[in-house]
Structures are given as C-alpha cells and as structure tokens.
C-alpha cells in the first residue's frame, strides 16, 4: 500500500466533499465514493494516483472527509440530511409510533380455511396463519399447557389432542401440524 503525499490529499479532499455532498450520507460508503471519483474526468483527481492500489489510504481520506463533513452544521450541507431512526425517550412518550398499513397482496396475511377443530380452539372461521398461531398460543398460555419444565412442550388438552392426534406437540412440531387444518382460500373470478 503507497501512502498518499500531502500534495495528492489536498487536491483529492475537495472532490471527495463534492460527491459527499451529492449523497446520501446515510448509505454512503467509500466504495460508492471511489467509484464516483473514478468517473470524473480526466484532470480532476491528482496525478498518479491509483485508486485499486491506494485503496486504503484512499479510503482513509474519505473516512476523515466524511467525519468533517457530518460533524458540521447541516446548513453547510447542500441536501437535508435524512432523520434519524433512533429517537429520544422523550420523543418515543410524547407521540405513538405508526403503524405502516398491511399489504393486502402479501401471501402471508391471506385469509385460510380453518378445519372446524382448529376454528373450534381459535375462535374464526377464517384467519391468516399467523393469527392461527396467536390465537393457539392464547388458548396454550390461557389454559397454562406447557409443560413447566420444559415450555417448548405443549401438554394437549382433549381440544388439541383432537387437533394434533398427540397427548404432547413441541412447539415447532406443532406449526407443522397446523398446516394440515388450514386451507387456501381460491379467490372468486368476476368474469367468470
């Protein structure tokens, strides 16, 4: 790895700040910077320099550069930084956090037919698999089912007995014994 020469540093800094500056600083990474300056033209960047075999002194200056860059004020920065993801305790109690609206699309929060032993224990008819497994960890947690020394075991009353065929279901033996009690749904076709 060559060090780079206080002269190379000077000329490369300021177009590190002018891609910085176009970017998102919060998935900016060097590479994406390396890759930028390998696009400018030619004359920009200092002589000789070798951005694969300088990779990290490179990566260096970019590093400092972009420390400078986010620890100034944000009115020298050109675009509004974006919020950040992590917010105060004081933040959190004043204002619920929202909830992003479920997509109807998605496979996963489809409804299912429910066999008439399972809709018997979890309450419907008809429910996505994940209400599936919620509501029979209600019924589990409710009639206090699991074996004390062991919770992943479920000791079955007569409903889950009759459900699962079993007088004990491990935990993740059971999603897969739920499957056999749920069934697609065919959506109707209008034009037919």
Request: hydrophobic letters at 30%.
């Amino acid at each position: 790895m060559a060090d780079l020469e206080a002269g190379q540093i000077a000329q490369l800094k300021p177009r590190i700040f002018d891609v910085l500056n176009e970017s998102d600083l919060s998935n900016v990474s060097a590479k994406k910077i390396r890759l930028a300056l390998a696009d400018m033209p030619e004359g920009s960047l200092p002589e000789g320099l070798d951005l694969t075999a300088q990779k990290k002194a490179i990566d260096a200056v970019i590093r400092d550069c972009y420390n400078e860059l986010t620890q100034k004020k944000p009115a020298k920065s050109t675009k509004k930084a974006a919020p950040s993801k992590k917010r105060s305790k004081a933040e959190n109690d004043d204002e619920p956090k929202k909830k992003r609206a479920p997509n109807p699309n998605n496979p996963l929060s489809r409804p299912l037919r429910l066999s008439s032993e399972m809709a018997d224990v979890c309450g419907g008819s008809e429910m996505p698999r994940y209400e599936v497994v919620k509501q029979l960890w209600a019924y589990i947690k409710d009639r206090k089912l699991q074996n004390e020394s062991n919770k992943r075991q479920i000791v079955c009353d007569e409903k889950l007995s009759g459900l699962f065929g079993k007088p004990t279901v491990d935990s993740f033996e059971m999603a897969k014994l739920i499957g056999r009690h749920l069934e697609k749904i065919e959506p109707t076709n209008p034009s037919s």
